[in-house]
């Protein structure tokens, strides 16, 4: 893992992580530059797990309405999609 702010390798450390609603993140610590920062995954900004985002979509190429995916997704997935603009 590469510091974002002073690109120190060696003196990064995990230490603990950082979650929203849903996503759970790896967080680490430099001890170079004393900053935390969390890994990126290119889904930077995304509320919902890639598992989700992913099967939601091919739900969506499938077919199924937006209400049968909600319905779908907290059925098997658990998550309660409240807040979705879709
Ligand atoms: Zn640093």
């Known amino acids: 893992m590469i510091c974002p702010y002073c690109k120190e390798e060696k003196d990064v ?8 609603k849903f996503v759970k993140k790896q967080q680490y610590w430099c001890n170079k530059c004393k900053n935390y920062f969390i890994e990126h995954d290119g889904f930077e900004g995304m ?13 969506y190429v499938e077919g ?3 209400s049968q995916i ?13 807040d979705a603009s879709w």
């Open 70 to 82: 909600r319905d779908y997704i907290i059925q098997h997935e658990g998550y309660y999609l409240y």
């Open 13 to 20: 450390i995990r230490r603990g992580t950082r979650k929203n």
């Open 47 to 59: 509320t919902y797990p890639k598992e989700i985002i992913a099967k939601t979509l091919h739900l």
């Open 64 to 66: 199924l309405s937006l």
